[in-house]
Nanobody
Framework: QVQLVESGGGLVQPGGSLRLSCAASGIRFSIYEMDWYRQVPGKQRELVAGITRSGNSNYAESVKGRFTISRDNAKNTVYLQMSSLKPEDTAIYYC????????WGQGTQVTVSS
């Protein structure tokens, strides 16, 4: 059974940092490209960052220079380090495994507020 489990979300003040984790099981993690998405109620889910099998990354313009995606194939985990957080970063964050098949995690809430 494939599972993607996100963790690390929470409430943080503007300017603060959080690190999200997404632990995968049931898939050969190293052959999957991994993405982080986010969604605000009433809006479309948007791609925040992605990382290829070889470790190349890409980012949405709105998070460039503030977020960093990384992966640890030995731990079957992808991370999203978020810094200089803004209220507009508030959303549910999802990880997605993209490869022979597609899988989504259940999401983790990130709230940026003073």
């Amino acid at each position: 059974q494939v599972q993607l489990v996100e963790s690390g979300g929470g409430l943080v003040q503007p300017g603060g940092s959080l690190r999200l984790s997404c632990a995968a099981s049931g898939i050969r993690f190293s052959i999957y490209e991994m993405d982080w998405y986010r969604q605000v109620p009433g809006k479309q889910r948007e791609l925040v960052a992605g990382i290829t099998r070889s470790g190349n990354s890409n980012y949405a313009e709105s998070v460039k220079g503030r977020f960093t995606i990384s992966r640890d194939n030995a731990k079957n985990t992808v991370y999203l380090q978020m810094s200089s957080l803004k209220p507009e970063d508030t959303a549910i964050y999802y990880c997605k495994a993209r490869g022979p098949d597609y899988y989504w995690g259940q999401g983790t809430q990130v709230t940026v507020s003073s």
